[in-house]
Structure formats: structure tokens, C-alpha cells
């Protein structure tokens, strides 16, 4: 495509950011759609989010920002009003800026079941573990807790920062059995889901140990940046069935886009 000065900019910021997937997709869905718009990467570390953000606001070509790890939940704080999902998991993965404000809404678990679904994997009704209660984590959780599983249990390595997240939960969801869960999931798990940092490195160690898991348990990874991470080799290795998380970026493309206002197929 063709840059002009009528271009829409969208940006993604990160720290790493060479990892990252978005900007390939997102330029993807542009083109697609026929839009006059194109992503780019911003590497900012935590230091730098504040200035960034100070400096979106006369930007008057800027469409929107995507912020991943480590930024969801500082973004959280620097946006004016932030949705009432967001609020609740405390962070924000999107940012439009609108009549001089900057609004935030959280994406990633809303893309997580999106992708969880048009993999045939269904979690209503299902018993669901799921380790990590980062940025990533609590949208997850929230989204899991929307999709009615017959139980969620949650593990985290701060058990305080695992009970604070299920009170509130709970509070939100009074109908859903939430359960505080070890570092491993039972034997009775349908779905376990990876949504720690682990996986982006070979070296890494499982997030959590797969010995109990029955056998057609679903293994899902939330690491976006690639597909064989170590939990899922050793899940497929195991027999059991494993999910990407490049599945949940697909799904969380199609909602941000519909957040930022970039125009829908025609």
C-alpha cells in the first residue's frame, strides 16, 4: 500500500517488541478491508509509557494503539476512562483517542474464547484451569467466567493476588463456582490454559505439569508469538489435544479492529 499524508496510523507498544505478531495481522486485515491505514511498531519501556501516552494526544491522525507486555496495566491507568471489563481485570490491551481522551478496553480474553470456539473447543460447560493472573491472565478469566464453564479454577504464583482477583470475580459472576487451584490441574480438567509468560523461550519450564490431565483434556497456550511452545510439545506429546495462542491473536484482531473503527468487511 501506498503511505500519504491521509493515512491512518495504528501503532503496537511493547517491551521486547521484535516478537510481537500484531502489526503483521492488523496490516493484513487493512488491506483487506480496503482501509487507508497502517501499523507500527513502538518499542517504549515502562519508564517511557507516560511520555508516549502525553504524546498521543495531538496526534490527529493516530487511529488507535495496541499495548502488550509489559503495558496492559500501566496503559490501564493512563487511559481517561477505561471500559467496565477493563476495569475489572485492571488492564487495557487497546486505546482509541477520541475528542482529546483516551479510552481503553481489554481484548484479550474476548479473542482467547473467540479463538477457544473456532477451534470447536466450547468452555461453557466445561471444567477450566487456568494459570497466570497478569494483564493477559485476569481478561482470560473474565472472558472464561462470561463463557459459563462449569468451574474455573485459578492459579497464580502470588496466592494473595489469585484470592484478591477471585473476590472480585465472584462478585461479578455470584452463579459461577470459582475455585482458588495449585500449580497443577486436576484430574477432573477439561481445559487448561497456559496465560503465564512461559513458552516464549525454548529454556522455559512448563507453566504447570501435565501428569494429571485425563486423557482428551484440551491444552491451550496464550503465547501469541509462536506455536510450539514447550507446554504444547509436551501436551501433544502426552496425546493430548493442544491450542495455540496465534488463535486468540485471530480472534483479538477482529475485536480490536471493531474497537479502533477501522471499517467492517464489505
Not at 490491551?93 to 477520541?98: G, K, Q, V
Amino acid at each position: 500500500m501506498e503511505i500519504t499524508g491521509s493515512t491512518t496510523v495504528y501503532a503496537i507498544a511493547a517491551d521486547p517488541i521484535a516478537h510481537v505478531k500484531t502489526p503483521q495481522r492488523l496490516n493484513a486485515l487493512l488491506r483487506e478491508r480496503g482501509a487507508d491505514g497502517v501499523m507500527v511498531p513502538f518499542h517504549v519501556s515502562p519508564d517511557g509509557l507516560p511520555a508516549l501516552f502525553a504524546g498521543l494526544r495531538g496526534l490527529h491522525n493516530l487511529g488507535g494503539l495496541v499495548v502488550t507486555v509489559p503495558h496492559k496495566e500501566q496503559a490501564a491507568v493512563l487511559c481517561d476512562e477505561i471500559t467496565p471489563a477493563a476495569r475489572l481485570i485492571g488492564a487495557v490491551n487497546a486505546i482509541r483517542l477520541r475528542d482529546g481522551k483516551l479510552a481503553g478496553g481489554n481484548f484479550d480474553g474476548l479473542g482467547f474464547v473467540a479463538g477457544l470456539r473456532a477451534q470447536g473447543h466450547e468452555p461453557a460447560g466445561r471444567r477450566v484451569y487456568l494459570a497466570g493472573l497478569g494483564g493477559a491472565g485476569k481478561a482470560i478469566a473474565c472472558a472464561l467466567a462470561d463463557a459459563g464453564p462449569a468451574r474455573l479454577d485459578l492459579y497464580n504464583r502470588s496466592p494473595e493476588r489469585a484470592r484478591e482477583f477471585a473476590a472480585r470475580l465472584s462478585a461479578a459472576y455470584p452463579a459461577l463456582d470459582i475455585q482458588l487451584a495449585d500449580a497443577a490441574p486436576g484430574a477432573d480438567c477439561e481445559i487448561a490454559v497456559n496465560a503465564t509468560s512461559l513458552g516464549l523461550s525454548d529454556t522455559d519450564p512448563l507453566p504447570f505439569p501435565l501428569d494429571a490431565l485425563p486423557a482428551g483434556a484440551v491444552v491451550a497456550d496464550a503465547v501469541m508469538s509462536r506455536v510450539d511452545t514447550p507446554l504444547l510439545r509436551a501436551a501433544a506429546a502426552r496425546g493430548l489435544r493442544t491450542h495455540a495462542g496465534l488463535h486468540m491473536l485471530e480472534g483479538q484482531i477482529a475485536e480490536i479492529a471493531r474497537y479502533l473503527g477501522i471499517p467492517e468487511p464489505r
